[in-house]
């Protein structure tokens, strides 16, 4: 109810803060699963649009918004 207030007055940062804080799946290894690709990364952040942001083995960023993630 609380995260609803703050969406509607349009206070995001605070929303994504909490969000980042409280991830299980960020500085971990993923699996991120698309109806077009598979990829493999670490999970560095999520991106003001709420995409999760995957640094590649090769150090290149992948933003994902949609798929399955699974914690490798």
Known sequence: ???Y????????NSILKRWREHSATLNRRVRIITRFKT????AVGI??????VVEMDDG?????????????
Do not use: M, P
């Open 47 to 52: 991106d003001h649009d709420g995409a999760l």
């Open 5 to 12: 207030g703050t969406f509607i007055s349009g206070d995001f």
């Open 39 to 42: 990829i493999e990364g670490e």
């Open 60 to 72: 290149t960023l992948e933003r994902e918004i949609t798929g399955t993630c699974v914690h490798l």
């Open 1 to 3: 109810e609380q995260d």
